[in-house]
């Protein structure tokens, strides 16, 4: 009992730190010996194999969980920032139009670079809809209860929203390893790493946007991330993926983070309220029992 108190409060403390291991733990512990036996031919890639990959994306919230739990935080507070759909209808705007203008960019940046424009490239418009399901409920949007849920408030007691998406962008970014280690090697995933944290950092300062400016609204994150993913099988130009592709990815994300910082501020990210711990069910708020801090003017 006295082994398991020390756990608690060891955890209480460090509470994000303990929600990144836990994450990490989760899903490198199934990703990393998965794709090491599909790699190695002990494993086929079928539906099975897939199956547990997927269940292994789930590391962040199962993790945010577990934290929240161990620490006496409300799950049911947690939880509910998934099902918070009364917001603005701008923001509702924001979350499903944003990925449209972020590939408008690119593909305007990348037409500007000898880019092609190819519309065979597109995706048949009726597949969109169900890829997009697909990515809001087990390909990127189940991942937004961790990192927007949990990490992002509670960080946002210490640091500036900037910061905080940064610290989540990064942290982000070197979960995602075991497959870019696994098909090209830990040199090769080391190279494309800078130009893969881009997006996700540029998406981890969006979706904190969305968050704060929703009182905290993870629905809303999980709608543009889910839309950031999709959105990519209506890009028209050829070659999204190779290098001058990725360079116009670079400048479109630079441009739209851009232009939101200037409109919104990079302390707070939003015009009101910042949600902080107690947003997230935290027991009790580090810095006073406020369900949210002041909001910090530039």
Do not use: C
Not at 69 to 80: A, D, I, M, Q, R
Not at 138 to 164: C, D, H, I, K, T
């Amino acid at each position: 009992m006295r082994s398991l108190h020390s756990v608690r409060k060891r955890i209480e403390e460090h509470r994000v730190l303990a929600f990144f291991v836990g994450a990490y733990a989760i899903t490198w512990g199934i990703w990393f010996p998965v794709l090491t036996a599909i790699d190695r031919g002990w494993m086929a890639y079928n539906t099975t194999a897939i199956l547990v990959l997927v269940a292994g994306s789930f590391g962040p919230p199962i993790s945010a969980a577990i934290v929240t739990y161990l620490t006496g935080g409300s799950l049911k507070s947690w939880f509910s920032q998934a099902l918070r759909w009364r917001v603005a209808p701008r923001w509702w705007l924001a979350a499903l139009g944003l990925p449209l203008v972020l590939y408008a960019l690119m593909a305007g940046v990348h037409l500007l670079l000898g880019g092609e424009l190819n519309w065979g490239e597109v995706n048949p418009l009726a597949s969109i809809p169900l890829a997009y399901l697909n990515i809001f409920i087990w390909g990127g949007g189940n991942e937004e209860l961790g990192w927007r849920g949990f990490a992002l408030p509670y960080l946002q007691e210490r640091y500036s929203a900037l910061v905080s998406s940064l610290i989540i962008g990064v942290v982000w970014a070197v979960w995602h390893a075991p497959a870019g280690i696994i098909e090209r090697g830990v040199t090769g995933w080391a190279v494309d790493l800078p130009i893969y944290a881009v997006i996700v950092i540029g998406i981890s300062i969006v979706a904190t946007l969305l968050y704060n400016s929703t009182r905290g609204s993870v629905l809303l994150t999980m709608v543009f991330h889910a839309g950031v993913n999709a959105g990519q099988g209506l890009y028209p130009v050829e070659g999204i993926f190779t290098p001058t592709g990725e360079l116009a990815r670079f400048v479109a994300w630079a441009v739209l983070v851009g232009v939101l910082l200037l409109a919104f501020g990079w302390r707070s990210l939003a015009r009101g309220d910042v949600a902080g711990a107690a947003q997230a069910g935290a027991r009790h708020v580090p810095d006073g029992d406020e369900a949210r801090r002041p909001h910090l003017t530039d």
